[in-house]
């Protein structure tokens, strides 16, 4: 993929979103001895980045639309997401989810105006319930990862970026299928060469970091991590190939590590992020990103974390 | 006072301070019916807007405060402030605090390399604690409001909130002492007249509301509020004045208001304010500010809750 459809996904969702705001870190900057700078994706109507792809999707194929309506399948960040671009488009949205979601964010998504549609509860039933209703329905289906609209309505937060820091950085990712790191190192490596991109995947799900090593896309199986939000077992076949050839490592963390960075992002920086969210924070704390002189950016894509979570998370051992 | 000591005081806080970040909230946008943004005091160095003035006044006194260092007299943010300015600028610090100040709050201070001197527990043995130290030693006596250092310091916010928005708008800011809103008011309204500036009182702590009905400064006695950080029992004489000629009204919130906007922030916005920093979101949900269409600027003056004290607030209503 090159820059076009990243350019075309800015000019789109231009007069919807605003940019969001890239903080400097006074703490992270003074603990690692380099500038640190948070990019806020918990900012975004419904709390992460996955605005950015759900309405490039509905608005690259706006006429069928608004003719048959828009599907996705998450019981997610993107879910949400799906929900909002469709009540911002005025379009219809039907959402599948797995039945054993929380209520939590069925809840939520149903309260943006979605239909949520419940299946069996592996990948598998969502997908064969997805698939099948996008047949008899017509609906435009938009992939969480792996479509080139969605990469490129990710890839708008490296535009950004690169609006927001005039030299040579190096930009830290969450990583689950990949759409969000390919999205940014396409935009962030194409224009500004001497970038540098690392993805950050929990260790208990290392499906990007093996599928590098193994040379194509692995399937790791079920995953349980903190990091709810980056489950996908697998990284596309565009994701995997984008991050290959652009990114330059993909580090793993550990679930302690992730939970120290959202503890940390709290008290010291008083932001509340998601523990997929965070994990570059994790990487950041724990030492595992390549030294060198150039600002860091850690994108902390999404806030979104049930308050009981949180708590649990937050309460300081005693 | 007039926009020179605000000048200067930018002027001297430029190497060592980057302005805040100012945030549209995409929720509060929503809710209200207007553009409201969020200036994230949060995000300073010790996590509140006090290292403004802190700094302001070491540097303009640098020189007795390199031969005799400087001294405060404050048990909140003022005293991780100051001594986060004197180890910046490589000063010695002495900090008075009540004896009964919360442990958590003197070792934050005392991590930061400043003396903590424990006194009485009322805020007459602190003050003459303070003025003994003073005289005794020669230091540069920091005040936490009424100083024209001190307001000139937090009046930088308003030239960083002029240089952030293009037209007029409303800010809205917390109240205790008055330094915070009376800088702000200076250089806002002398800038940019059509501007309109709203202060914040917690009902719990209306000392400058009702100074303001009596046309001068009132003593409201000791008060009791989560709002921690608005606890100032009377205004300053200049404070007073200041918010007399250029506030345009002083709104009072309850309790229960205050403990609403912490948690909106947290869940809807992701961000950690402290009950006092939250006074103007919770104005703002309260309809309690004047209509219009400008945009709204809350000032979220700080982030510095205690971990066991934000988990309280944040616990949701079984």
Known sequence: ???EPIRKARDRLASILTPTPLMRSVPLTRAMGRTVWLKLETQQPTGSFKVRPALNGALAHLEQS???GVLASSSGNFAQA???AARELGLDAQIVMMGNSSPYKIAETEALG??????GNTFEDRWETTYRLQRETGRVLLHPYDSEETIAGDGTLGLELLDQLPGDFTVVAPVSGGGLISGIATAVRLNRPGCRVVGVQPEANASMARSLEAGHPVN??????VADALIASTPGKHTFEIVRDRVEQV???????ITTAVRELAWKQKIIAEPGGAVGVAALLAGKIPSGSQDVVCVISGGNIQPSTLLQLLTPPQ
């Open 1 to 3: 993929m090159n820059l």
């Open 66 to 68: 608004r003719r048959a």
């Open 82 to 84: 799906v929900a909002y």
């Open 114 to 119: 979605a239909k949520v549609v419940l299946c």
């Open 220 to 225: 790791v199986g079920p995953v349980r991590t």
């Open 251 to 257: 580090v793993l963390v550990t679930e302690e590590e």
